[in-house]
């Protein structure tokens, strides 16, 4: 039943970042992911079992200046994901997010998804810095031991 997982994890996208009722975020609908893909195809990443997808991660590489502008406030995630060009030299990745099935929390999946997808981007752009917008104090966590792992900087943006 591919399907339960699939509704499931789509579900917990829906509690966890209420993106039907925040326009500054970003719903990744499938003219989001044809533009996450020109930006990069390690952007969107999967990990699934015999029932379909247990585990989503999203990260974004873009321009310094991008991203010192979504930390400052400036630009909110929608319009961070407008901003970053296609094709260009990229030198810091968003950890935009991660989600994981009940389930199969606690056993590394979205850590070794995110630092694949993240080694992935950095054998083709100069990447200096990693940064995130953490939900929850398990994504502050998560972030916190990828740049460790990868050996980056991190920088957050703290929630409203």
């Known amino acids: 039943m591919a399907i339960d997982n699939l ?49 989503w991660i999203l990260v974004i590489p873009t321009t310094s200046e991008v991203m010192e502008s979504f930390l400052a406030g400036k630009l909110n995630e929608r319009e961070l994901l407008e901003k970053t060009p296609a094709g260009s030299t990229y030198t810091a990745i968003y950890l935009c997010s991660a989600l994981v099935l009940p389930e199969f929390r606690g056993k590394g999946i979205a850590r070794k998804l995110t630092i694949d997808a993240v080694q992935s981007i950095m054998r083709d752009h100069p990447i200096k810095a990693l940064f995130s917008w953490p939900f929850s104090v398990a994504g502050e966590k998560l972030a916190r031991s990828i740049a460790e792992e990868i050996g980056l900087p991190i920088r957050q943006r703290p929630h409203a």
Do not use: C, W, Y
């Not at 789509?10 to 003219?31: C, G, M, R, S, Y």
């Not at 390690?42 to 585990?55: F, H, L, Q, V, Y």
């Open 7 to 55: 509704q499931r994890m789509i579900q917990l996208a829906d509690e966890f970042f209420e993106v039907k009722h925040d326009p500054d975020q970003i719903a990744v609908t499938e003219n989001v992911m044809v533009r996450l893909r020109s930006i990069h195809p390690s952007t969107m990443s999967e990990a699934r079992d015999e029932n379909g997808p247990i585990s």
